[in-house]
């Protein structure tokens, strides 16, 4: 007998968002339990409050508040796994075509990757930098941050607090301003 396959990570979605957050791919603990960045060392909540997105820190099973701050989450591939390069290159390519409609029928301001690996297929450009990109997606500005997962050594939480405080700073009149 096969086993069930888990459901998808529900998106946290609305129309005209300042900045949809979007991740690589479910990691485990988020696609068994139905919510985004629920791994323990995932720094994600904390990163954006503290760059000011929220006034307080979230709680991953309270994740659909982050739309009372005109955020969103999404991810660019639907499957799970443990670790993000357990992912093909053409896992990528085949759901950028969902994400880009997804971003036109919605129509927030940024799309904001976290993490290069998705956005490095879908620009078909290896060579990107950290930060805002010339490039735009389905219509919103797009955006590079550092992935916030524990499994990123190459930053600190003050370094992904300052790149995430970067695009906060885009949006004066959205998101909450109040950081602790």
């Given at each position: 007998?096969?086993?069930?396959?888990?459901?998808?990570?529900?998106?946290?979605?609305?129309?005209?968002?300042?900045?949809?957050?979007?991740?690589?791919?479910?990691?485990?603990?988020?696609?068994?339990?139905?919510?985004?960045?629920?791994?323990?060392?995932?720094?994600?909540?904390?990163?954006?409050?503290?760059?000011?997105?929220?006034?307080?820190?979230?709680?991953?099973?309270?994740?659909?508040r982050?739309?009372?701050?005109r955020?969103?989450?999404?991810?660019?591939?639907?499957?799970?796994?443990?670790?993000?390069?357990?992912?093909?290159?053409?896992?990528?390519?085949?759901?950028?075509?969902?994400?880009?409609?997804?971003?036109?029928?919605?129509?927030?301001?940024?799309?904001?990757?976290?993490?290069?690996?998705?956005?490095?297929?879908?620009?078909?450009?290896?060579?990107?930098?950290?930060?805002?990109?010339?490039?735009?997606?389905?219509?919103?500005?797009?955006?590079?941050?550092?992935?916030?997962?524990?499994?990123?050594?190459?930053?600190?939480?003050?370094?992904?607090?300052?790149?995430?405080?970067?695009?906060?700073?885009e949006?004066?009149?959205?998101a909450?301003?109040?950081?602790?």
């Amino acid at each position: 007998m096969t086993p069930l396959a888990a459901a998808p990570l529900p998106d946290i979605l609305a129309p005209g968002l300042d900045v949809v957050f979007c991740g690589i791919n479910p990691g485990m603990s988020a696609a068994a339990t139905g919510h985004h960045f629920m791994g323990r060392s995932n720094r994600f909540w904390k990163t954006i409050h503290l760059a000011g997105f929220t006034p307080t820190c979230l709680d991953p099973l309270d994740d659909r508040r982050i739309l009372e701050h005109r955020c969103g989450l999404t991810t660019v591939v639907e499957r799970p796994t443990a670790r993000a390069d357990e992912l093909a290159r053409d896992e990528f390519f085949l759901a950028s075509a969902k994400l880009r409609e997804k971003i036109e029928r919605l129509k927030p301001r940024c799309l904001a990757f976290l993490g290069k690996p998705a956005y490095q297929v879908i620009s078909g450009n290896s060579k990107l930098l950290w930060g805002k990109q010339t490039e735009t997606l389905g219509g919103a500005m797009v955006w590079l941050l550092p992935n916030p997962s524990g499994l990123n050594r190459g930053f600190s939480l003050d370094d992904l607090v300052q790149a995430y405080r970067e695009l906060r700073c885009e949006f004066p009149d959205g998101a909450s301003s109040a950081a602790g």
